[in-house]
């Protein structure tokens, strides 16, 4: 019993949460003792890169890879056990990213700058978008991407295609300056295609614009709400009326068209008058017809988010977020690696968005957004210590986000 009641000699570490046995102490003298340990830190981590770059010339000089994850496991283990149990916890994850600090000095020793920190040294900085550049889009005139083009380029030149990959065409094959497609919905989400064109294209993106989405009743002047009897609308648009469609007559049913535009063209071009299209009021404008009902999508704040998209990288003076795709190695803390290393760097990430890689189970890619771009100090870091971290690292620009 009375063994069993025996508490054991205090470690160092279990006074945590105690008082000191000498009372409390002040801040000043335990900052100043701080201050001692972490230059005493420095020093030694200092040293130990110095020998980790030992290590990455031996490594070269005989062709060995730089990680070895045998070794960091072992040395993992080795230094938690030295620990005293209240700390061992805190082990594992420093001295993960010691090591991981150490392999990424000793990829720069050995490689040089990442193809990425030398890539981005050379994309010219400062220029600004030409004001009526030659612009593709897909749809017809008055579909949100056309609207888009405007409110990026107010003397735009377009040119109308039918789909996402052939805006892309144009621009790689350089018979316009630039191509602008959807990126993200707010109801919606992401649209990944559109990230899948950018990054097999190798297209950038020079400048984003938000829309706000008003979806519109539009019908033949002479037509009442009463009359309507079939609604003409891109799918996600009907999608996103849903409920203002099921509030008309029982009767009414839905037609789905290859966008809004094509649904107003379609209403114009009709005899009938009981047929109506939910689209833009720029449409209501170009195709002669009438509002009969304005904002008519039940959720009242749809936006969607176009890029502009460049076969060369252009980072305008006032570009201030930068898009990445990045594959990271099927392992624990990948992602935890690369944000910390973010974090550190003191840069705002703006989109963090995960979507499973295709025909890999479980796997998947990231797509993110900072707020940093190149020039500055911490983006030129990034773009050294990212790209050791992935299995693949795909830089979709630098750019200014507008909004209407
Ligand atoms: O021991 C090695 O091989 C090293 O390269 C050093 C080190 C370390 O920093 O401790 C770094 C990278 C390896 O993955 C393992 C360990």
Redesign the pocket.
Known sequence: MSEARTTPAPSAASTCGKVPAGGIVELSESRAKIDAIDREIVRLFEE?MRV?HD?ACY?RATGKP????V??AQ?IAAATSLADDDFKQFIPPLFGL??EM??TY?HHSIDGPTSLSDFVAHISKGATLPESPKVACQGVAGAYSHIASKTLFSQAKIEFVSTWPEVCDLVEQEEVEFGVLPLENSTAGTVDRVYDLLSTRGLYIVKAVTLRIDHNLLAKPGCLLKDVREVFSHEQALRQCDEFISSLSSEVHATVCKNTALAAQAVAASERFDVAAISSKECAEIYGLDVLRESVQDERNNFTRFVCVSNRPFVSSDADRSSFLLVLPHEPGSLYRVLSRIAALGVNMVKLESRPIPGREFEFMFYVDVESVPGDAAFDQLAMQIPPLCDRCCYLGSYAEISR
Not at 66 to 69: A, K, N, S, T
């Open positions: 130990r980790s290590v490594k730089v990680l070895d994850p070794r960091e040395k010691i090591m150490s392999r000793q």
